[in-house]
């Protein structure tokens, strides 16, 4: 019954998050290290191993993002705006040449060392489909925080196979919470790209 409630809460908690992504919220980060928290304890009762190792990266990334995203450059008194909470606003941006070379290196790194764990060293049910989530949604988070618009095609990806793994396992919040993620990529990557526009 604990692991339930612990699923509703980090399902709501994951829907209030995402909705603070499509907008570019900085408060994104403190709503995921309650998600977080919440999802570490209910995939490491299903052995989702990878799963949950995703969300204690999740805890520390949304540390990262937290100031990350609050130490941005202040502008010269001469040009700010005369509404300052726009001054506060971080714009997404398109993935450059080498930032794109680093995110493809990660992919296969990461992809590989979490998928040779999950396959020799645990009971794992599905390692490579776990395996892959955890990856795509490592590189995009790390995208992130960069505020880098293609994160949410990574996303899409990630959000589709974790609907079929969740749904596997019979984690059905989680399964409809991931649902939701994967509309809301096409929607947070829309929103996005008419930010840069």
């Known amino acids: 019954m604990g692991e339930l409630i612990l699923e509703i809460f980090g399902t709501v ?7 603070l992504e499509i907008k570019h919220r900085r408060s994104m980060w403190m709503v995921g290290i309650v998600m977080s928290v919440c999802y570490i304890v209910v995939f490491g009762v299903e052995t ?5 190792g995703l969300y204690v990266y999740y805890l520390g990334i949304s540390l990262y993002g937290w100031f990350k995203w609050g130490n941005r450059p202040q502008r010269s008194k001469k040009l700010q705006d005369p509404m300052p909470e726009r001054n506060l606003k971080l714009k997404p941006v398109h993935i450059d040449v ?3 070379w680093v995110a493809a290196g990660l992919l296969i790194v990461v992809f590989s060392g979490v998928w040779a764990v999950l396959r020799y060293l645990t009971d794992h049910p599905a390692p490579a489909m776990d395996a892959a989530i955890t990856t795509l949604n490592i590189v995009a988070t790390w995208l992130l925080t960069r505020s880098i618009l293609e994160q949410w095609l990574l996303l899409f990806v990630a959000n589709g196979l974790a609907i ?14 991931y649902t939701v993620y994967l509309v809301s990529s096409v929607i947070g990557y829309i929103s996005w790209r008419r930010k840069i526009s």
Do not use: D, N, P
């Not at 908690?13 to 909705?19: A, I, K």
């Not at 989702?48 to 949950?52: D, E, R």
């Open 13 to 19: 908690t994951g829907l209030l998050y995402v909705w």
């Open 48 to 52: 989702l191993y990878a799963s949950m």
């Open 98 to 100: 080498s930032t794109a």
């Open 164 to 177: 079929v793994l969740y749904a596997r396992t019979g984690l059905w919040f989680t399964t409809g919470l």
